[in-house]
């Protein structure tokens, strides 16, 4: 149900703008959006997270001035632009989706989230 693309290979310092695109019932319907990292023999981590209907967003701090998560309401879809890249942004990043909150604030706990995307490589060097 989610689909991601925008992936690719960049040098450092260099720019990509990944998309996930959800159903229009998701998007409607308020979901939380996160996207996450996963760089090889690591751990899936939060990078990004906000909901489609409101306007909490959270970032990893190491991502926060450098990416933003943004969505686009005609096109259903919740998009990162990822700027200043660094090796260590390299990784497998997926997005996904889910209607649990915490306090009223979306979760980054990956247990919180029912859906996932089939994942989009990024690799900088």
């Known amino acids: 149900q989610l689909v991601e693309s925008g992936g690719g290979s960049v040098q450092a310092g260099g720019s990509l703008t990944l998309s996930c695109r959800v159903t229009?019932?998701?998007?409607?319907?308020?979901?939380?959006i996160a996207w996450y990292r996963q760089a090889p023999g690591k751990e899936r981590e939060a990078v990004a997270a906000r909901c489609t209907t409101e306007e909490g967003i959270y970032y990893d701090p190491s991502v926060a001035g450098r990416f933003t998560i943004s969505k686009d309401n005609a096109k259903n879809t919740v998009n990162v632009q990822m700027n200043s890249l660094k090796p260590g942004d390299t990784g497998m990043y997926y997005c996904?989706?889910?209607?649990?909150?915490?306090?009223?604030?979306?979760?980054?706990?990956?247990?919180?989230?029912?859906?996932w995307g089939q994942g989009t490589q990024v690799t900088v060097s």
């Open positions: 229009r019932v998701q998007y409607r319907g308020g979901n939380c």
């Open positions: 996904a989706a889910g209607t649990r909150r915490v306090g009223g604030y979306c979760p980054i706990g990956e247990a919180m989230f029912d859906y």
